[in-house]
């Protein structure tokens, strides 16, 4: 049975610059539809599927290589091409360490002499775990998903639809997560009828990224990330950007043992954050910030993560807050 689809949302809410990297121990980075090897953002190294090394992680379904004809020089290298499927294929990886792992999916649509790949509808699946379904593209996305790998092989199946009968895939990242970036225990549910304890196994769900958010601080590009994530600003999300002020400072963060890594979030996280502004509070006593993200579906649950690192309080634990999460009190006195 094909596992449920858990969407993301990390708020960097007290938040990394470039730092020492992370090295996972299954680490996939493949450029699709390419023969040549790329190195991106200075220190990522995509294998081109079409080269010796890279086509053996293909399946024997009928494929072929694209390359964009009128490629775009703002774009990244690796929407320059792409593999175009037109049964049902696959890329299977070997897997050494067992457990949470990251993979992204690269989409960036163009038109060829034989194909629109706007037109692109199709099925995506992780071991049998449905990843995307229908999936269309008609701009440059980037789809990621966090798993359990239990299995010594990571297959990526890719099944076109009727509607097309092709599918395609820019660019494919698998790679090991860090220790402890998810952890089963300690989480709470939220819902209309009140807050409990999530008693699933956050292990058996996949997880899909849908915002990750560096508030108080600016975008940071995969270059400013051991994990090669993007974090983009919160501004477009505060509701009343008034109420907020951004705090700033020059020292990293301390790492406690048991605490948040680098892994979890970039030290240029933990160097910003968002502060009531008290000088533009109103006369009533109901004064907050709050930020509003836009989810697809009302009927998924959500994975919110909040990262915290006082950077404010002019003393230790002299900063009370409560945080409400769609008008229930999810964090008590932080």
């Known amino acids: 049975m094909a596992a449920k689809v858990l969407h993301f949302l990390s708020l960097t809410f007290f938040l990394i610059h470039f730092s020492t990297a992370f090295i996972p121990q299954d680490n996939y980075l493949i450029n699709c539809g390419s023969s040549i090897n790329t190195l991106v953002d200075e220190n990522r190294h995509f294998t081109g599927d079409s080269s010796e090394n890279g086509s053996s992680y293909l399946s024997k379904g009928k494929s072929i290589s694209l390359t964009n004809p009128i490629p775009s ?10 593999r175009v499927f037109i049964s049902v294929s696959s890329y299977k990886f070997n897997i050494k360490n067992v457990g949470f792992h990251l993979v992204r999916l690269h989409f960036s649509p163009f038109s060829s002499p034989d194909y629109d790949l706007k037109n692109a509808n199709f099925v995506v699946s992780a071991n049998g775990n449905s990843l995307l379904c229908n999936f269309s593209a008609h701009f440059t996305m980037l789809k990621e998903f966090i798993l359990m790998v239990n299995k010594e092989e990571l297959e990526i199946l890719l099944m076109p639809t009727r509607d097309s009968n092709f599918a395609y895939v820019n660019a494919i990242e698998v790679f090991s997560a860090p220790k402890d970036f998810i952890i089963d225990e300690g989480m709470t549910l939220i819902s209309p009828t009140g807050i409990q304890d999530f008693k699933q196994n956050i292990s058996s769900k996949i997880l899909e990224t849908v915002h990750r958010i560096n508030v108080g601080g600016s975008k940071l590009t995969p270059f400013n990330d051991t994990l090669g994530r993007n974090w983009i600003p919160d501004e477009d999300f505060l509701v009343l950007k008034s109420a907020a002020k951004i705090a700033t400072t020059i020292h990293p963060p301390n790492y406690q043992p048991g605490g948040a890594t ?9 160097m ?16 907050n910030i709050t930020w509003d993200f836009p989810v697809r579906s009302e009927d998924s649950l959500h994975f919110v993560r909040l990262h915290f690192c006082d950077i404010v309080s002019i003393a230790l634990q002299t900063l009370y807050f409560n945080v409400y999460i769609n008008g229930k009190n999810g964090v008590q006195r932080s």
């Open 73 to 82: 020089l703002n774009s990244s290298v690796l929407y320059s091409t792409a």
């Open 272 to 287: 910003t954050a968002q502060q009531m502004n008290i000088d533009n509070r109103p006369s009533n006593f109901m004064f």
């Open 262 to 270: 680098r892994e979890i979030a970039p030290d240029n996280v933990y």
